[in-house]
């Protein structure tokens, strides 16, 4: 079949406030309330409410010939209950036309699968349950935080019950393969992988609104001629950040009319039909198994995770907060618990990235250096750690006065 394969990835980080050394021991928030309901206001009034809308519209008019996947992380849930009630009812609405796959992930937008399979399968259980409570459907397929994937990834969502994935076509791994078929992991072939079309991605998400591209400007003619021009592209996989319809790329770009003209010219001018990675799975077989023994992701010039680990400070603060991990759920205190995850986002990593203004020109939202970031969270981790402690400690006084009262 000559598939296309739309995926977007739905989420928005907690902010931290600047929490300072002498904090520590003190207060125990350390979220940036007013800026996380003011981000996910600013998002939603201009990419989530018109972009659902327009999406919407095109599902009404072109009913089941238009499928798509999406991957909503669960902070970015939470938050919508919280402060955009009304922005999850479009989501939700838009899931319910049936026209709309909604992906697995990790609940906090985490790599706890580089350190912890427990903590990765606890934090994928979680991010279902919440689906299923917030939209009444279960997830069949994964997409990981921005893609990353290996093969010891694939064996584990394998044997959690997963049909596929979708990842990175990262060149290094594909090599003289086109990443436009499915294929499966080498090991549980059982789980079939599709691989996102870098080039045909970041003309979207990266290159459309740049005057200087050789391929500006790009229209929907333009990209359906693209497809046909390449003999390989039978599933073209194009995934990218929802916040680029709207929010990094404004209305006067015109990516919303790149989008709104878009299944119209693929069905005019092509054999092409837009349909969701289950869709996919199901009837396809893989063409190959893949060998993908260390971890590629959609970020950084390398598709690879030193985007978030490359530097000391990252792998640092990466291995301190793991560090933590059987302490965590020993006490198991849900508000200590829940700390600890968002601590993990890649968000937080992606801070401490010296590299950032060369290699992600869309992460403007933070102002704080990598330095500032390290210290910041390093001061959380630490407060973190107190509240362990003291916890210890009063259960450990509490059981000391019990069993002296049971001698006397």
């Not at 044997?159 to 979708?166: C, K, P």
């Not at 789980?191 to 996102?196: D, E, M, P, T």
């Not at 060369?358 to 910041?376: G, L, T």
Request: net charge neutral.
């Amino acid at each position: 079949m000559n598939a296309i394969c739309l995926n977007f990835k739905v989420h928005q980080p907690y902010y931290y406030k600047k929490y300072h050394f002498f904090d520590i021991g003190v207060t125990h928030d350390y979220y940036d309330h007013s800026r996380n309901e003011e981000m996910i206001r600013r998002v939603s009034r201009s990419c989530y409410i018109p972009t659902n809308n327009m999406l919407l519209k095109l599902i009404e008019r072109y009913g089941d010939k238009l499928s798509f996947s999406m991957t909503i992380s669960g902070t970015t849930m939470e938050m919508l209950e919280n402060y955009a009630p009304e922005v999850l009812k479009s989501f939700q609405t838009l899931v319910s036309t049936g026209s709309v796959e909604l992906m697995s992930t990790p609940y906090y937008h985490s790599m706890a699968m580089v350190k912890s399979s427990d903590e990765f399968k606890c934090q994928v259980t979680q991010h279902q349950k919440k689906t299923k409570e917030l939209f009444g459907v279960s997830c069949r397929n994964f997409a990981n935080t921005d893609l990353i994937y290996a093969d010891y990834l694939g064996i584990i969502l394998s044997e959690m019950g997963f049909r596929g994935v979708v990842t990175e076509g990262a060149k290094y791994v594909l090599g003289w393969r086109s990443p436009n078929y499915v294929y499966s992991n080498p090991i549980a072939r059982n789980l079939k992988i599709l691989f996102r079309n870098q080039q045909l991605s970041d003309d979207i998400s990266l290159r459309f609104s740049n005057s200087y591209w050789a391929g500006y400007p790009l229209t929907a003619e333009k990209f359906s001629d693209w497809l046909c021009r390449d003999p390989n592209h039978k599933c073209v996989t194009i995934a990218m950040d929802y916040k680029v319809i709207g929010y990094y790329m404004e209305r006067s770009s015109g990516i919303f009319g790149f989008f709104e003209n878009l299944p119209q010219t693929i069905f005019r001018n092509t054999d092409f039909k837009f349909l969701s990675p289950n869709t996919i799975f199901s009837h396809s077989d893989a063409v190959a198994p893949v060998y993908i023994p260390n971890e590629i992701s959609w970020m950084s010039a390398e598709r690879d995770i030193s985007p978030w680990l490359g530097n000391e400070l990252q792998k640092d603060f990466f291995r301190k907060l793991y560090r933590l991990e059987e302490a965590v759920k020993r006490i198991n205190e849900p508000k200590i618990l829940e700390d600890w995850r968002r601590l993990q986002s890649v968000d937080n990593l992606f801070d401490m990235n010296f590299r950032w203004l060369n290699e992600h020109q869309f992460d403007v939202d933070n102002p704080q250096s990598p330095y500032e970031a390290y210290i910041n969270n390093m001061n959380i981790l630490n407060d973190l750690e107190m509240r362990l402690q003291q916890i210890r400690f009063s259960r450990m006084v509490i059981r000391n006065k019990l069993k002296n009262t049971v001698e006397v």
